[in-house]
């Protein structure tokens, strides 16, 4: 099953893949419903969740509303820190997470807008180096696992500020690897050469520990948040979160 799962997400492209794999992930959700995990998105329980990734990780994907570990842990984050769930907010989310769009297009309290360059789940085709809103718009900006694949991530962090209202905020999370500082090379162009160099064939950089830095040098702030070291081991273990992951919280600078 790993090695299944690791190669169609390296070689199926991801438009497709969110498309289809809700269709053949249903047929799993049925079969393997019990109560030793739980999903807090769709509040599905699971003898396990289904393995993902590239190097597949075992007990991390929800096969009823497709959320992964790290979606896990910003929904929890979101309902117990912040009032994304109870205030009137302007949300823009760049590349859209199937887990939540539905869920988040059905809370009244929010005037949702979803947008991506190619993704067939976002309603506004929009390059995010090049933001198509004016200044101050919204209150909420999610962008996951984006700013790896992008040009100039400098520029992108700055159109977030630009539209950000003044008190808002967004959650800018990427993967972010034990290196001391972000490996990039334009230069590197070729996708199986991306893949050694970035680990995916689509990424043009691989974040160190200078990520939160980084993005602070286009002008917006960055909260790195540790959440989930506040949480219980029980609940780690009952939502199969990930237990070291960092949570990029930006700011209106």
Same mark, same amino acid.
């Given at each position: 099953m790993k090695k299944i799962i690791s190669f169609i997400i390296r070689y199926i492209p991801r438009p497709i893949l969110q498309r289809v794999s809700p269709i053949g992930l249903s047929i799993m959700a049925k079969v393997n419903r019990g109560d030793t995990v739980h999903c807090n998105v769709c509040e599905t329980g699971y003898k396990k969740f289904l393995p993902y990734g590239r190097v597949a990780r075992a007990n991390a994907l929800c096969p009823n509303c497709l959320a992964l570990e790290r979606h896990r842990l910003m929904w929890l984050f979101l309902k117990e820190?912040?009032?994304? =769930?109870?205030?009137? &907010?302007k949300v823009l989310h760049v590349a859209p997470e199937h887990c939540f769009i539905d869920r988040f297009e059905a809370m009244e309290n929010l005037e949702y807008i979803t947008a991506d360059i190619e993704?067939?789940? $976002?309603?506004?085709?929009?390059?995010v180096h /090049?933001?198509? =809103?004016?200044?101050?718009t919204f209150?909420?900006?999610f962008c996951n696992h984006v700013l790896e694949h992008v /040009? /100039?991530?400098? @520029?992108?962090?700055?159109? =977030?500020?630009?539209?950000?209202?003044? /008190?808002?905020?967004?959650?800018?999370?990427?993967?972010v690897y034990d290196l001391p500082e972000t490996l990039e090379d334009p230069s590197i162009t070729d996708p199986?050469?991306?893949?050694? $160099?970035?680990?995916?064939?689509?990424?043009?950089?691989?974040?160190?520990?200078?990520?939160?830095? @980084?993005?602070? @040098?286009?002008g917006i702030g960055i909260e790195e948040n540790q959440f989930v070291k506040e &949480?219980?081991?029980?609940?780690?273990?009952? =939502?199969a &979160?990930?237990?070291?992951?960092?949570?990029?919280?930006?700011?209106?600078a």
């Open positions: 820190k912040t009032e994304f =769930f109870q205030k009137p &907010l993704s067939p789940l $976002a309603k506004v085709k929009m390059d /090049d933001i198509p =809103f004016e200044d101050n209150d909420v900006i /040009d /100039d991530d400098m @520029r992108v962090c700055s159109e =977030f500020n630009r539209v950000l209202k003044p /008190d808002g905020w967004g959650i800018l999370q990427s993967p199986a050469e991306r893949e050694k $160099a970035f680990g995916q064939r689509d990424h043009v950089r691989k974040y160190g520990r200078d990520y939160a830095e @980084r993005l602070r @040098r286009s &949480l219980p081991k029980e609940i780690i273990q009952r =939502f &979160l990930p237990p070291n992951e960092t949570i990029f919280v930006c700011h209106k």
